[in-house]
Every structure is written in C-alpha cells, then in structure tokens.
C-alpha cells in the first residue's frame, strides 16, 4: 500500500472529530460528523486484516443504526446532546424502536468507548521506536480501555487479532495516506480531537447515568 490514497487518512479523521464540535461552547458533538470519522477508522481495522473483522464489524452495524435513527428523526439526532435528551426524556434508553433498532444511547456508548482504545492506542504508537511492536501497544491500551466491557471470548479473540499487527514503521508506511513525516505531526492533533469529544461525552454520559447502559 506504501502511503497511496488507499491509506488511513489521517487527516480526513483529524477534520471529522475537529468539525463535530460545534455550538456557542464548542461543545456541541454533531452526530453525522462523529459517524463519518467513524467509518475511516472502521476501514483501518478492515485493512488490518480478517482477525480484526468482528471489530469491523461491530462499527459497521453501530453506525449503521445511528444513520438509521438519524434518517428517522433527524431533529432529535442531530447532536449527541440532542439525541440523549430525547431518549432520556421519552425513556427509551434501553428499548427498541418499532423497526427494530436499538437504542442511540446504547449504540453511541459502545463506538465511545472503542473512540478511547484507537485514540489511546495511536498516542502510545507515536511514543515508541519505529522498530517497535504495535501488537504490544495495543494489547496493553485495550486491556486497560475497550477490554474491561468485554466479555472473555472477545477479550481472548482480540488480543489474538492484535498479535497480527506489525512494526510501527511497517504500520506507517503500509497502512496510513500520509507520509511517515506527516503522520508524525498529524497523529497528536488528531489523538487530541478525538479525546476531546471522548470527554465532552463521557461527561454527557455521566451526567445521565448513562454509562452502564445494558
């Protein structure tokens, strides 16, 4: 792949998490912009390979459901903050809507919490020597993040999966649009929008009890 465009874009994520707060606050998280960041790092985990499948997966069919939702009603889920308000209030939190879809609350609050793993994995990629394992980076960081809410099985499958990742120059150069150079100045700002939001909706989630949502 070598740096083509077929590449994760690194700068394209960047923009979408950045774009996604909006509002007088800047607090503000538009759904369609955190769904489009998404489904970049949705493509990353497919071009990882076939043991990291059901993670693509699993983003895939998140947002799916949001989009769905979305197309709905698109008033009340235009903002996160717009979309919980609206499920609280009509207590909906914890059921299915009459075509079948779970919740926004819960579909948004599993993407979140693997929004903490790749951003917390791609701050301690960028820490280590090009020569490094990722697979180790990675197994540490979803340990301690995406793999307290998973159950034995997948906790076992996805550290298998990880084992698979290569070298951070060979991640770089192979599987990442912008040069190494370009990577090394985008990877920070782009780990900072993405934990940016992370906070602003865990705090929304907190707020409402909402973080063990079922």
């Known amino acids: 792949?070598?740096?083509?465009?077929?590449?994760?874009?690194?700068?394209?994520?960047?923009?979408?998490?950045k774009d996604s707060l909006s509002g007088e606050d800047g607090?503000?998280?538009?759904?369609?912009?955190?769904?489009?960041?998404?489904?970049?790092?949705?493509?990353?985990?497919?071009?990882?390979?076939t043991l990291f499948g059901f993670i693509a997966k699993d983003i895939t069919e998140k947002c799916r459901i949001?989009?769905?939702h979305k197309a709905e009603?698109?008033?009340?889920?235009?903002t996160v903050q717009s979309m919980l308000e609206y499920e609280v209030t009509n207590n909906l939190t914890t059921c299915k809507t009459q075509s079948g879809l779970l919740s926004g609350s819960r579909t948004l609050l599993r993407l979140h919490r693997s929004l903490q793993f790749f951003a917390k994995f791609l701050d301690k990629v960028a820490e280590i020597e090009d020569d490094a394992k990722c697979s180790d980076v990675?197994?540490?960081?979803?340990?301690?993040?995406?793999?307290?809410?998973?159950?034995w099985l997948i906790r076992q499958a996805a550290y298998l999966a990880m084992r698979s990742?290569?070298?951070?120059?060979?991640?770089?150069?192979?599987?990442?649009?912008?040069?190494?150079e370009e990577a090394k100045?985008?990877?920070?700002?782009l780990v900072k929008s993405m934990l940016e939001v992370y906070?602003?909706?865990?705090?929304?989630y907190e707020e409402k009890s909402l973080l063990t949502l079922p």
Do not use: W
């Open 199 to 204: 906070d602003i909706i865990q705090a929304l």
């Open 165 to 180: 990742l290569p070298l951070k120059k060979d991640l770089i150069e192979n599987y990442v649009k912008q040069s190494h």
């Open 138 to 151: 990675a197994s540490d960081v979803y340990g301690k993040t995406l793999g307290e809410f998973h159950p």
């Open 73 to 78: 009603h698109p008033d009340h889920f235009s």
């Open 66 to 68: 949001l989009n769905e």
């Open 27 to 49: 607090r503000q998280v538009l759904l369609g912009k955190y769904i489009e960041g998404f489904k970049e790092i949705d493509r990353f985990f497919r071009m990882m390979g």
């Open 1 to 17: 792949m070598s740096n083509t465009q077929d590449g994760f874009d690194l700068q394209f994520v960047t923009e979408c998490f």
């Open 185 to 189: 100045e985008l990877v920070p700002l």
